[in-house]
């Protein structure tokens, strides 16, 4: 039964802090971190690789139903026996996996791998955009960060080394209103997500906070 998992769904757009707060919390609580931005991230790298247009939806469909996703707890990220972990956050794989994730087909796949994942292991900190509404409504703390705009692009300028912030702020726009406004489970707040602001906070002031509502929990 799901409910007896300890599951804690971290959701919201990119910059808002969600990966660092995530791994962060999971340390604190000693469970195990679940980046599912990685796992849309990887399809995309898939199918780029296979010359598969990231339009082409029974295709790419079935790259995700087969490709094999090693998320190592270290950060790196093996795509079918390659390391891909710079590659799945460059910006050929950043302008196609809004069209990727927009694909129901791969939504439902990468959807039950996420849930088999919490299962096998009693829990977990999940971070993505459907967590709490879709992965898993019935998580122990669903948390909805988020953050100015201008400060979710400065965090992303730092992350990716090749861009500039013009071209970050401007991709990350673009990628909030196709994630905000796609048919199939849509970037949005579960109704009882505690929502957190972190623009103004450090991450470890957001991870006390969110160890503080866990633990009150349980
Ligand atoms: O968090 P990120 O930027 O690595 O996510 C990459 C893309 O995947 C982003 O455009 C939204 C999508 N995504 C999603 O639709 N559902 C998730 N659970 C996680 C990410």
Do not use: C
């Amino acid at each position: 039964m799901d409910d007896e998992l300890t599951v804690v769904a971290i959701d919201g757009p990119a910059g808002s802090g969600k990966s660092t707060v995530a791994r962060k919390l999971a340390e604190a609580l000693e469970l195990e971190y679940l980046d599912t931005g990685a796992m849309y991230r990887s399809v995309t790298f898939a199918a780029l690789a296979n010359g598969i247009d990231p339009d082409d939806e029974d295709k790419v469909a079935a790259v995700a139903r087969e490709v094999r996703i090693d998320l190592d707890p270290d950060g790196s990220v093996v795509v079918d026996g390659v390391d891909a972990t710079t590659q799945i956050r460059g910006p050929e794989v950043s302008r196609s996996v809004s069209a990727v994730a927009a694909n129901q087909a791969v939504r439902s796949e990468l959807v039950s791998r996420q849930r088999e994942w919490a299962r096998r292991r009693g829990g977990g900190v999940l971070e993505g955009r459907d967590i709490g509404t879709v992965v898993f409504p019935s998580a122990r703390l669903k948390v909805y960060l988020t953050a100015d705009p201008e400060v979710r692009a400065s965090r992303r300028a730092r992350e990716v080394t090749d861009l500039d912030y013009g071209a970050v702020a401007a991709d990350l726009a673009r990628r909030d209103q196709v994630d905000s406004s796609r048919r199939h489970d849509p970037l949005r707040q579960a109704d009882d997500a505690i929502i957190v602001d972190t623009s103004q906070l450090t991450i470890d002031e957001v991870v006390a906070l969110l160890v503080e509502k866990v633990d009150g929990g349980r």
